[in-house]
């Protein structure tokens, strides 16, 4: 599980108390709980680790994989896809990038002129 923003035992006790109403605290009582205190009583017990953007912890469930390669990843879950490209339109960007290195490769060595004698 994921819990986004909490970053501190603190704030963990008071989701714990108030939000998820884990243990049942006198309303009188909440300006006095040590709401850091149980928080890290809940993390270490979980074992749980606080992380880039949030808490993470293990809630013994198995993790399902959805997909099985860039095959079946749908469109709207790509960063990007790359085109496809027919045969001849692929080989027609090999010579591109041919063409264009060993241009490139001119300009990194350039000719030395001998000098007459």
Do not use: C
């Not at 017990?45 to 808490?55: I, Q, R």
């Not at 912890?57 to 027919?86: A, C």
């Amino acid at each position: 599980e994921f819990y986004p923003g909490v970053t501190d035992d603190e704030t963990l006790g008071r989701i714990y108390v108030e939000d998820m109403e884990a243990i049942d605290v006198p309303e009188h009582l909440l300006n006095y709980f040590d709401y850091e205190a149980y928080g890290r009583d809940i993390r270490l017990n979980e074992d749980g680790h606080y992380a880039p953007g949030g808490y993470v912890l293990n809630n013994g469930g198995s993790f399902i994989e959805h997909y099985h390669g860039r095959e079946d990843i749908p469109d709207e879950h790509r960063v990007f896809s790359m085109p496809k490209l027919n045969i001849r339109e692929q080989m027609a960007a090999y010579k591109e990038v041919i063409d264009r290195s060993s241009l490139e490769g001119e300009r990194l060595h350039p000719r030395k002129e001998v000098p007459e004698r």
